[in-house]
């Protein structure tokens, strides 16, 4: 028996009430009056930044408008024109370094923590964490109240990979100092479509 395994069952001999699991179909989660100025409210609460898409608006415009001294644009959607790199044409991640803003696309955005469902739809998905900035298109008919309704929606490609995205990267772990762009993007702009 592995100590693993020794440790284990010693907690088990000492089990003296046991309980079932609980029934996750029973918890609905939080509902909020309006879905989307929730969603808008919590991105800004967690330092991302929303931009509505007007009518006959130009996405590249409106990138390019975000972001006037970015270099180096990564995106394989096609509608993103003013891309110079794609991430599924690139010999290795390392070739994303130095990317001023990356460009996904996002299945469905969740109101209660602004995260953003974006399956890998990009051979290399470094392009979601290497970017100094991220910008998430999504569907503004595609937010949910809670994570409840979002885990049931996770669904995955053949890459069989999926992250959700809230906000930028942060941390403060040393000295109780902010730090932005710890881990993954500085910044973070939801763009609703």
């Given at each position: 028996?592995?100590?693993?395994?020794?440790?284990?069952?010693?907690?088990?001999k000492?089990?003296?009430?046991?309980?079932?699991?609980?029934?996750?179909?029973?918890?609905?989660?939080?509902?909020?009056?309006?879905?989307?100025?929730?969603?808008?409210?919590?991105?800004?609460?967690?330092?991302?930044?929303?931009?509505?898409?007007?009518?006959?608006?130009?996405?590249?415009?409106?990138?390019?408008d975000?972001y006037?001294?970015?270099?180096?644009?990564?995106?394989?959607?096609?509608?993103?024109?003013?891309?110079?790199?794609?991430?599924?044409?690139?010999?290795?991640?390392?070739?994303?370094?130095?990317?001023?803003?990356?460009?996904?696309?996002?299945?469905?955005?969740?109101?209660?923590?602004?995260?953003?469902?974006?399956?890998?739809?990009?051979?290399?998905?470094?392009?979601?964490?290497?970017?100094?900035?991220?910008?998430?298109?999504?569907?503004?008919?595609?937010?949910?109240?809670?994570?409840?309704?979002?885990?049931?929606?996770?669904?995955?490609?053949?890459?069989?990979?999926?992250?959700?995205?809230?906000?930028?990267?942060?941390?403060?772990?040393?000295?109780?100092?902010?730090?932005?762009?710890?881990?993954?993007?500085?910044?973070?702009?939801?763009?609703?479509?």
């Open positions: 028996m592995s100590k693993k395994e020794d440790i284990l069952s010693k907690y088990r000492n089990v003296k009430q046991k309980f079932d699991m609980p029934r996750l179909d029973d918890i609905k989660g939080i509902k909020y009056p309006d879905t989307l100025k929730q969603f808008i409210s919590m991105t800004e609460t967690v330092g991302g930044k929303v931009r509505e898409l007007k009518p006959n608006e130009d996405i590249n415009e409106v990138i390019r975000l006037p001294d970015a270099k180096e644009i990564a995106s394989n959607l096609p509608e993103i024109t003013i891309a110079t790199r794609n991430p599924d044409t690139i010999g290795s991640p390392q070739a994303l370094n130095g990317t001023d803003v990356g460009v996904v696309k996002g299945v469905f955005g969740v109101a209660e923590n602004a995260c953003v469902w974006i399956p890998q739809t990009m051979m290399e998905k470094a392009v979601c964490f290497i970017s100094e900035n991220l910008v998430i298109l999504l569907d503004k008919k595609e937010v949910v109240d809670n994570m409840h309704e979002a885990y049931k929606r996770i669904s995955f490609n053949d890459y069989g990979y999926g992250s959700f995205i809230s906000g930028p990267s942060k941390t403060a772990d040393i000295a109780q100092v902010l730090v932005m762009g710890a881990q993954a993007a500085r910044s973070a702009t939801v763009i609703l479509i």
